[in-house]
């Protein structure tokens, strides 16, 4: 059998698998169906890459012990695989599942990675806001930010980078941060080809401003969940030497929870059935 494609990667967001509340249970299983999928690609990805919400609702250890096992077959598989922070993760319970990412190569008790995609990198930022000292049921903020030695970090990034480069965050719209916002700062350089996300649930390709003075506008992805609510599914990206392509795979939409109507709703059938086959490109202007 060949191995894992370099090029090939897939991305999933917004797990929310948890081992506490019963009613929301049904997550795991459908995370179960998008790493069986995954697994049987072939070629295999070389990577797997999760922006974040990988617990439940409160990111307690006990979520994580659920997910952990699940996540691990991708990794026993000989995929790379790389996770994230999203606003209901918790680092510290995280970090008792999953201990090698105690030690960050970058930015100091953050989660910041730098992946190859293949012809481009990918620059995973850890954009949680909510604290390890908050109450174990205090979800924390839901917007997210980038603390100021991460942000020193991303603009030495930036600055040096020489193949293009996306950036990956679990918020983007809910992003705060002082002075520029963050894609006019990834925008200065002509190697950045879009920023990718999760958090909304959606598959939403989109372009975002990134500075009317230099006349930039700057692609953006929204990325779909595996299981909570919103769009259902993964996204499956290819990069080539000009650019890459992301394929949206999509099982289901519902919102909040599968059986939250009696009746299902028309709208969720004709959402799935709209999404079916859809993409979006990429090119590299540099
Ligand atoms: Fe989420």
């Known amino acids: 059998m060949d191995g894992p494609d370099e090029n090939l990667s897939v991305f999933i967001s917004d797990l929310h698998v948890g081992g506490v509340n019963k009613k929301l249970a049904y997550t795991r299983p459908r995370l179960e169906k998008v790493v069986n999928e995954i697994l049987a690609m072939r070629p295999l990805?070389?990577?797997?890459?999760?922006?974040?919400?990988?617990?439940?609702?409160?990111?307690?250890?006990?979520?994580?012990?659920?997910?952990?096992?699940?996540?691990?077959?991708?990794?026993?598989?000989?995929?790379?695989l790389h996770l994230t922070m999203g606003n209901h993760d918790r680092r510290s319970s995280f970090l008792k599942y999953w201990p090698e990412y105690g030690q960050n190569a970058f930015v100091p008790g953050r989660f910041t990675q730098v992946v190859s995609l293949g012809f481009a990198d990918l620059v995973l930022?850890?954009?949680?806001?909510?604290?390890?000292?908050?109450?174990?049921?205090?979800?924390g903020?839901?917007?997210?930010?980038?603390?100021?030695?991460?942000?020193?970090?991303?603009?030495?990034f930036i600055s040096e980078a020489k193949r293009?480069?996306?950036?990956?965050?679990?918020?983007?719209?809910?992003?705060?941060?002082?002075?520029?916002?963050p894609i006019a700062r990834a925008a200065k350089s002509a190697f950045f080809a879009g920023w990718l996300y999760g958090h909304d649930h959606s598959w939403c390709p989109d372009?975002?401003?990134?500075?009317?003075?230099?006349?930039?506008?700057?692609?953006?992805?929204?990325?779909?969940?595996?299981?909570?609510?919103?769009?259902?599914?993964?996204?499956?990206?290819?990069?080539?030497?000009?650019?890459?392509?992301?394929?949206?795979?999509q099982s289901d939409f519902y919102f909040q929870t599968p059986t939250a109507h009696a009746v299902r709703p028309r709208f969720w059938a004709s959402r799935v059935q709209e999404n079916q086959g859809k993409s979006m490109r990429f090119v590299f202007e540099k």
Request: glycine letters at 10%; one cysteine or more; proline letters at 5%.
């Open 45 to 80: 990805p070389k990577r797997v890459i999760c922006f974040g919400d990988i617990g439940l609702s409160y990111g307690l250890a006990a979520d994580y012990a659920v997910s952990r096992p699940i996540l691990q077959r991708i990794i026993d598989a000989g995929i790379d």
């Open 125 to 139: 930022l850890d954009t949680l806001k909510g604290t390890d000292d908050r109450a174990e049921n205090d979800m």
């Open 141 to 156: 903020p839901v917007e997210g930010t980038i603390d100021p030695a991460q942000l020193a970090w991303f603009e030495k």
């Open 164 to 181: 293009p480069f996306f950036v990956g965050s679990h918020q983007f719209r809910d992003l705060y941060i002082e002075g520029a916002k």
């Open 207 to 249: 372009i975002a401003v990134a500075s009317w003075g230099k006349h930039l506008i700057c692609p953006t992805l929204a990325l779909p969940s595996t299981g909570l609510w919103g769009d259902i599914g993964y996204v499956v990206f290819r990069t080539d030497a000009d650019g890459a392509t992301a394929e949206l795979v």
